[in-house]
Nanobody
Framework: QVQLVESGGDLVQPGGSLRLSCAASGSTFSAYAMGWYRQAPGKPRELVAQ????????TYADSVKARFTISRDIAKNTVYLQMNNLKLEDTAVYYCKVTLGSFFGPTYWGQGTQVTVSS
């Protein structure tokens, strides 16, 4: 079992920055991939950024490239999402996701943290 707790969501003005954190506990030693997704009202959940840990491969949604950065602190078992130059369309609930073992391994989600970009 894996438990994920996100934090860092807030209300921010366009052009501002936020850093989201996802603290993982439990059986995370076999994590295959860790990532961030988001869901805006009335829209499906979408991938924001993901790292496949074994290969160090990161993937970003086109809409956030050059603005968002995913990173991990192995000692703290925490994954971060640094978000810069935030736009109105970044408003959503952001979710942390962990997949264990392989691409087809069990998946765990956090409870989500709200990011609101508004002037």
């Amino acid at each position: 079992q894996v438990q994920l707790v996100e934090s860092g969501g807030d209300l921010v003005q366009p052009g501002g920055s936020l850093r989201l954190s996802c603290a993982a506990s439990g059986s995370t030693f076999s994590a295959y991939a860790m990532g961030w997704y988001r869901q805006a009202p009335g829209k499906p959940r979408e991938l924001v950024a993901q790292e496949v840990i074994s290969g160090g491969i990161t993937t970003y949604a086109d809409s956030v490239k050059a603005r968002f950065t995913i990173s991990r602190d192995i000692a703290k078992n925490t994954v971060y999402l640094q978000m810069n130059n935030l736009k109105l369309e970044d408003t959503a609930v952001y979710y942390c996701k962990v997949t264990l073992g392989s691409f087809f391994g069990p998946t765990y989600w956090g409870q989500g943290t709200q990011v609101t970009v508004s002037s």
